[in-house]
């Protein structure tokens, strides 16, 4: 099986992007594909419609690998854009970028240690200070896990088990 040159990400499942209007967006993306791309080149990209890829409080989202390339806030007006300028042309459309792969996150926006959502820690559900230095968490259910055992989620990331997606 010869793999894919691109594989898309489309958050259209869980509560959180389907309140924000991201229903729709996997069928969207599908159909500009179809439209805009033919042969060898469409077969080239696969689209994969979930139900969580980590950073709700940002969605909708859509992320592009083998790039690592998240946007986010995306609406229906903007999948032709990404179609058009990144999956055809290679260009980052740079208005919806959240975060690159192998980039630092921005100081306003934190990993949940213990499920590993990404958010706007203006979104945090709750925090926790642990040995001088303030945690975030998307609910009290990560809050209550990480009290009840910093030292498992404090390992680096994906050393330790994960507690499900949101």
């Not at 967006?25 to 980590?54: F, N, S, W």
């Not at 592009?64 to 229906?76: C, L, M, Q, S």
């Not at 058009?84 to 975060?99: P, Q």
Request: glycine share 10%; proline share 5%; aromatic share 10%.
């Amino acid at each position: 099986m010869k793999p894919y040159e691109k594989h898309v990400f489309v958050c259209s499942l869980g509560n959180n992007c389907t309140e924000r209007g991201s229903a729709g967006h996997y069928d969207l993306l599908l159909k500009a594909l179809d439209e805009k791309v033919t042969g060898p080149a469409r077969k080239a990209i696969k689209v994969t419609q979930t139900q969580c890829v980590g950073a709700c409080g940002f969605g909708p989202n859509v992320v592009v690998y083998p790039e690592g390339v998240w946007y986010y806030g995306v609406g229906p007006q903007d999948i032709p854009e990404i179609v058009e300028e990144h999956l055809m042309r290679g260009r980052i459309v740079s208005r919806l970028l959240f975060h690159q792969y192998g980039e630092t996150l921005p100081d306003e926006v934190v990993r949940d240690r213990v499920c590993g959502m990404v958010f706007h820690v203006s979104e945090a559900k709750a925090s926790f200070q642990h040995e001088g230095r303030l945690y975030y968490f998307c609910n009290e259910g990560c809050l209550t896990a990480f009290r009840e055992a910093p030292a498992e989620f404090l390992k680096p990331h994906g050393a330790h088990k994960g507690h499900g997606a949101h």
